[in-house]
T-cell receptor
Framework: AAGVIQSPRHLIKEKRETATLKCYPI?????VYWYQQGPGQDPQFLIS???????DKGSIPDRFSAQQFSDYHSELNMSSLELGDSALYFC?????????????FGEGSRLTVL | AQKITQTQPGMFVQEKEAVTLDCTYDTSDPSYGLFWYKQPSSGEMIFLIYQGSYDQQNATEGRYSLNFQKARKSANLVISASQLGDSAMYFC??????????FGTGTRLTVIP
């Protein structure tokens, strides 16, 4: 079965550079979530989209932005990168039309800021 | 306020034995969902099991079962017949009626041969 696809899996950037992470949800899933997991920490919610509209916002820095496109894939854009942005970034998807159902995560994109 | 509490930072279990990982949650929403995820050392977040707040029966998925006690607001994960490959970090999570997803701090399970 198709899963949540994230790209790139690994990314190395320098301070003050820009990075873009992509997420392709499971087909027919209409909701996408972004999470940030620092070393040794639990995942922290950044932002979510439902039907291409931002549905909720968590602890996402102002330097970050995200959107969901017409094909339901989502991109997380991170600018002016800082060392503290080094983390594993997860995307998750679910199908809201079915109610509070199962939530599946991608394998994550590991960002390292040097 | 902490929404999800996992009080066991680390757990050990003998191979082939069963183990229970604790999780309590806090919400006033009548509709919510509870999840357990496994995160091996490779880092990916693997969905294990889901329990809806209105589900009458405890969820089961193979060797995983969720001991859902609504009145106590607990959603413990039971892994039966532990295998070496079960060694990983386990996260309990809750999605509330507003579609927010809250994670616990995780429990590191180590299966001993």
């Amino acid at each position: 079965a198709a899963g949540v696809i994230q790209s790139p899996r690994h990314l190395i950037k320098e301070k003050r550079e820009t990075a873009t992470l992509k997420c392709y949800p499971i087909p027919r899933h209409d909701t996408v979530y972004w999470y940030q997991q620092g070393p040794g920490q639990d995942p922290q919610f950044l932002i979510s989209f439902y039907e291409k509209m931002q549905s909720d916002k968590g602890s996402i820095p102002d330097r970050f932005s995200a959107q969901q496109f017409s094909d339901y894939h989502s991109e997380l854009n991170m600018s002016s990168l800082e060392l503290g942005d080094s983390a594993l970034y997860f995307c998750a998807s679910s199908r809201q039309a079915g109610g509070l159902g199962e939530l599946f995560f991608g394998e994550g994109s590991r960002l390292t800021v040097l | 306020a902490q929404k999800i509490t996992q009080t066991q930072p680390g757990m050990f279990v003998q191979e082939k034995e069963a183990v229970t990982l604790d999780c309590t949650y806090d919400t006033s929403d009548p509709s919510y969902g509870l999840f357990w995820y496994k995160q091996p050392s490779s880092g990916e977040m693997i969905f294990l099991i889901y329990q809806g707040s209105y589900d009458q029966q405890n969820a089961t998925e193979g060797r995983y079962s969720l001991n859902f006690q609504k009145a106590r607001k607990s959603a413990n994960l039971v892994i039966s017949a532990s295998q070496l490959g079960d060694s990983a970090m386990y996260f309990c999570a809750m999605r509330d009626g507003a579609n927010n997803l809250f994670f616990g701090t995780g429990t590191r399970l180590t299966v001993i041969p």
